[in-house]
């Protein structure tokens, strides 16, 4: 942790410090602005990857929606270069003009807050500003959360998306929000590699092929029953092979890919007033293996 020039706080979770997989825990809680758990599980030792990072939260829209989405596009001059990220956490909800928040019907007041951002380096003091500004606050009062995609804390705190995943998704598929009650999500933790596409292949297959997401609706159980049936990634017509091949066949144009695969492998969907569970959907450790290999 370290001052930044304009008096903001920067905490370096991965790129000259090792960071570490207790770091993307906590990483991950921050992006869920503190209404949610992560923790580390342990599956059947005898599976392929039998260690998972499960998030928890009781307050699924806002936490996810709300904070963990990445959705604040932010840009700055660094050294005549531009930097540009998206930003993830509590600082959204006070300074991101992201229509989201509109239709969340939801904006913070605070003394101070934080931002996570996946990048290499601390943010530039022109993006520092701009956060600030937007979110009416002087820098002193602002912390900078950061870590490459590639560094241990990033793996996991971008693998830790998979409920807010399956949030994003049932948005875009027009289940009422105000029905998700509460979730929760499992993944395998993928390993760290060298290299930004390959890091981002990883942490995506480890939720398109190998998360499973828990979501508990209130209201009509024939609306649960088709979320379930829409939400697993294998209705996309991507489906099927490790994301870097994808995002390679689609030279790199990342608004090429099918929207529809963004979201877990499995899903159980739980009508609350009737009882009824809902599932659909299958991991798959195959695709898996030639991702995590």
């Known amino acids: 942790m370290k001052q930044g020039p304009l008096g903001e706080t920067l905490i370096d979770c991965g790129v000259e410090t090792v960071g570490g997989l207790e770091a993307g825990r906590l990483l991950s809680e921050v992006c869920l602005g503190g209404l949610g758990h992560v923790s580390f599980e342990t599956s059947n030792t005898e599976d392929p990857f039998p260690f998972l ?6 307050q699924p829209v806002l936490a996810c ?5 990445a959705g604040w596009s932010l840009s700055g001059e660094d050294n005549g270069k531009k930097f540009f990220v998206l930003g993830s956490g509590p600082a959204r909800a006070m300074g991101s003009s ?3 928040f509109e239709e969340l019907g939801y904006h913070d007041d605070a ?14 003091p022109a993006l520092v500003e701009q956060v600030a500004k937007a979110c009416k606050l002087s820098p002193e009062r602002l912390t900078i959360l950061y870590a490459p995609t590639s560094s241990l ?20 598929l027009h289940f009422p929000l105000e029905n998700i009650v509460d979730g929760m999500a499992t993944v395998p933790v993928p390993p760290p590699v060298p290299g930004f596409v390959e890091a981002m292949g990883r942490t995506n297959d480890a939720i398109i092929y190998g998360g499973r997401a828990q979501l508990y609706v209130s209201g009509d159980a024939a609306a649960a029953k088709k979320l379930a049936e829409d939400l697993p990634s294998l209705n996309s017509k991507d489906f099927g092979k490790p994301f870097a091949e994808t995002f390679a066949a689609v030279k790199g144009d990342f608004y090429a890919i099918d929207p529809m695969l963004f979201s877990p492998a499995k899903v159980t969907v739980t009508a609350l ?13 195959a695709v898996l293996a030639r991702s995590f290999r």
């Open 53 to 58: 990072v499960t998030v928890h939260t009781s």
């Open 65 to 69: 929606l709300g904070s963990q989405y």
């Open 98 to 100: 992201e229509k989201l």
């Open 111 to 124: 003394e101070s807050t934080a931002l996570v951002v996946e990048a290499d380096k601390a943010p530039p």
């Open 153 to 172: 804390a990033g793996t996991v705190q971008i693998a830790a998306r998979c409920l807010e995943v399956a949030l994003h998704k049932s948005h875009e």
């Open 273 to 285: 007033e009737t009882g009824e569970s809902f599932q659909a959907g299958h991991i798959d450790t």
